[in-house]
């Protein structure tokens, strides 16, 4: 199972609003429902922050938003704070319960 | 509040074995099914093996299948993952995850370095 297709980095200054992309396959992401993105501070175990596609975990600022077009997810950060540096990653239900995650983006705010 | 306590990460040879353990607590363990991902350094995320609510299904990536067992005793409130036949490329921070919509909650992780 090949790993989804992050952007390496992206950035914003706060304020703005990123996007973040996440291309897969129909045998993944564009076949099922079912991605989530992480938040990973070095250090600190991984974030839930969507899953199901566009669904907040609560706690998780509105400010974060999911959305799939096909085979591509994205994660949308408006609002950009300080505290959104972070890597952030995304996965999805691959079938047989096997999952793949993207190889990561990380998110600098200037 | 939930957590996940991961342990058992250290130094091991080549070939050798380990055996993971996450503790649950603040949740009912024995409603969820509980996967274990892992990081190697520099690395992005991987799944590695996923466990359902019984333990009677479980699942594996191609790259630790006929090496790793994950097991949980509900009882005890834990999840374990035993690896055998360790690689230098099994070398990364494992970290145990509730499947609860997504992985919904996590540990801090564990270090397993694969070296001779």
């Known amino acids: 199972q090949s790993a989804l297709t992050q952007p390496r980095s992206v950035s914003g200054s706060p304020g703005q609003s990123v996007t973040i992309s996440c291309t897969g396959t129909s045998s993944d992401v564009g076949g099922y429902n079912y991605v989530s993105w992480y938040q990973l501070h070095p250090g600190t175990g991984p974030k839930l922050m969507i899953y199901d596609v566009n669904k907040r975990p609560s706690g998780v600022p509105d400010r974060f938003s999911g959305s799939k077009s096909g085979s591509t997810a994205s994660l949308t950060i408006s609002g950009l704070q300080a505290e959104d540096e972070a890597d952030y990653y995304c996965c999805s239900f691959a079938g047989n319960y096997n999952f793949v995650f993207g190889g990561g983006t990380k998110l600098t705010v200037l | 509040e939930m957590y996940l306590v991961e342990s058992g990460g250290t130094l091991v040879q080549p070939g050798g074995s380990l055996r993971l353990s996450c503790a649950a607590s603040?949740?009912?363990?024995?409603?969820?099914?509980m996967t274990w991902v892992r990081q190697a350094p520099g690395k992005g995320l991987e799944w590695v093996s996923y466990i359902s609510n019984n333990g009677a299904d479980t699942y594996y990536a191609d790259s630790v299948k006929g090496r790793f067992t994950i097991f949980r005793d509900n009882a005890k409130n834990s999840l374990y993952l035993q690896m055998n036949s360790l690689r230098a490329e099994d070398t990364a921070v494992y970290y145990c995850?509730?499947?609860?919509?997504?992985?919904?909650?996590w540990g801090q992780g564990t270090l397993v370095t694969v070296s001779s």
């Open positions: 995850g509730r499947n609860g919509g997504g992985f919904d909650y």
């Open positions: 603040e949740f009912t363990f024995s409603n969820y099914g």
